[in-house]
DNA sequence: ACTAATAGTGACAATTTGTCAATAGCTTAA
DNA sequence: TTAAGCTATTGACAAATTGTCACTATTAGT
């Protein structure tokens, strides 16, 4: 199953068109947002409680834009991959409305991460400042 | 050569520290902003007015954090797919200091292509405001 | 018994990056 | 005149990341 959204529209951020006809199509790009930012989320998600992969999935859809939602078994493997680097760890409960769960919380390194990514982020969000605002002038300007 | 800025410090975006010893350095980290918005700024870059990749890598290490700027190859690889994709066009220009430069200009695609980097960063800068803003809850709140 | 929601795993292909060597033109100074 | 050093670009290969999809399994409701 988990044939979930096919066919984003919105954030798109890579038209590679490759001239269809006349002009690139803006409904044809699939991703948006960069996957990798998902892991700051990640951590944020567990840092506001812990958690387990099927509820942040929840999550994700509920309050992320679509593009920007992994297919689960992609947000599976996050959750695996920064276990394996100690950000966190698991325990299995068992769950009354379903198979048990893999219920994650962040350790002291995943705190740490959490607070790298957010100077990170601060950084990042300068950048598209600054794009925003040469992209501004040019509007304005030239053109 | 080409033997470039080595062990950045700033913009770490993935620790993956596999606990070193104790806790994770900050300074092993390479990367930093996603390697993809480098197109974004390629594109804006170009809108300001026509550029070869040489000068276009040191507009980068000019005006953007070390972890952002790519490798020269890696930025000149990206102008070859983005012209591939029909973003911009090149022409060989004779140089007065050097051998001949590959001059790019933005084509319609190109500056569409600016549009749609433009409006899928805005959407980018809302997601990280909604992370800062729930990170600033955490630090005064919880834990 | 069947269906749907819940919960997670594994494998493989495709794409994107990182790294580094190689080429080549031009300028300056020993 | 030759070597050093900046300018300018290309190419190949490995490593990492991501996308896709099939698969297992438990519980709840009809």
Chains 1, 2 share one sequence.
Not at 33 to 44: C, V
Not at 70 to 75: G, K, R
Not at 117 to 123: E, F, Q, R, V
């Amino acid at each position: 199953m988990y044939k979930n959204e096919k066919s984003d529209e919105k954030f798109c951020m890579h038209p590679h068109g490759h001239s269809r006809g006349s002009h690139a199509l803006v409904s044809d790009c699939a991703d948006g947002i960069p996957r990798r930012l998902a892991r700051a989320f990640i951590l944020l998600f567990l840092a506001e409680g812990p958690s387990h992969g099927y509820e942040i999935a929840r999550s994700f859809r509920e309050s992320m834009p679509k593009g920007f939602c992994a297919d689960p078994s992609v947000l599976y493997r996050m959750l695996k991959s920064m276990e394996e680097e100690g950000l966190m760890t698991s325990s299995l409960e068992e769950s009354t409305s379903g198979p048990p769960r893999k219920v994650y919380s962040l350790t002291d390194d995943g705190y740490e991460a959490l607070d790298m990514w957010a100077s990170g982020l601060d950084g990042l969000s300068e950048l598209l400042a600054d794009f925003q605002k040469r992209y501004g002038r040019l509007r304005k300007g030239g053109k």
